[in-house]
């Protein structure tokens, strides 16, 4: 079974730093996508950054582009986004996803099947 645990949200003024850390059970990062994913209340759930094995680009959304980094470490089998430079609008809850098949398009949702439980980022001004 496929667990996911996500940890590292608070709440940090603008200009501020945070890591977030997701921890997989169940699932390696040997074949298949790995992404954060953010939705703001009254938004659709948006990618922000991902890795895919296999590739040493990671993917990003314009909107992070620059501020935030995604890494991986195989001994721990755990997920990190170290955001930096946070901004009021990058307030949303946070989702760790792994994909189980084939991603076309790794910043889409649509494609990632296991889900943790989400962790909340708050940027004040």
């Known amino acids: 079974q496929v667990q996911l645990v996500e940890s590292g949200g608070g709440s940090v003024q603008a200009g501020g730093s945070l890591k977030l850390a997701c921890v997989a059970s169940g699932y390696e990062y040997s074949t298949w996508c790995m992404g954060w994913f953010r939705q703001a209340p009254g938004k659709e759930r948006e990618g922000a950054a991902a890795?895919?094995?296999?590739?040493?680009?990671?993917y990003y959304d314009d909107s992070v582009k620059g501020r935030f980094t995604i890494s991986h470490d195989n001994t721990k089998n755990t997920l990190y986004l170290q955001m930096n430079s946070l901004d009021p609008e990058d307030t949303a809850m946070y989702y760790c996803?792994?994909?189980?098949?084939?991603?076309?398009?790794?910043?889409?949702?649509?494609?990632?099947?296991?889900w943790g439980q989400g962790t909340q980022v708050t940027v004040s001004s």
């Open positions: 890795l895919c094995p296999g590739n040493n680009s990671p």
């Open positions: 996803a792994a994909a189980g098949g084939s991603v076309l398009s790794p910043l889409a949702p649509k494609y990632y099947i296991y």
